[in-house]
């Protein structure tokens, strides 16, 4: 994917999180480290199940109307506790807040340049 779609992908989920009231959105940008997996990780987290939801329906109507793009896989959306869909070069992860706490998956990327847009 160009680096400019990785770019406009990453920033249309930003803001999708953002519309349906997503907290702690980080977005890690994984780029410069050899083991990465994908140049981004977008992390955020809802109060229960049904905002879970509600913000992973949202990102995936939004990317599929703005940029006609589908996630590779998708994972999580039977218990809502942690839902990751993976863009290949962007991937997103969106937990309820005490599974975000458990993992830390934000401390197992720390040499990231980490960029927090909405901290509460």
């Given amino acids: 994917m160009p680096k400019e779609k990785k770019i406009e992908l990453k920033d249309i989920i930003v803001e999708a999180i953002k519309e349906r009231k997503g907290k702690d959105i980080v977005v890690l940008d994984l780029q410069n ?12 987290h809802g109060d229960s199940s049904t905002q879970v939801d509600a ?30 869909f993976d863009y290949a070069d962007v991937v997103v992860h969106i937990f309820q807040e005490e599974y ?7 401390e197992l990327w720390a040499d990231a340049k980490k960029d927090v847009i909405l901290e509460e």
Avoid at 55 to 72: M, W
Avoid at 100 to 106: D, G, I
């Fill in 55 to 84: 913000i992973a329906d949202f990102i995936d109507r939004e990317v599929r109307s703005k940029l006609q793009e589908h996630p590779i896989n998708k994972e999580g959306l039977d218990n809502l506790q942690w839902v990751l």
């Fill in 100 to 106: 975000r706490k458990f993992y830390k998956l934000e």
């Fill in 33 to 44: 480290l050899e083991q990465s997996i994908a140049d981004y990780f977008i992390v955020c």
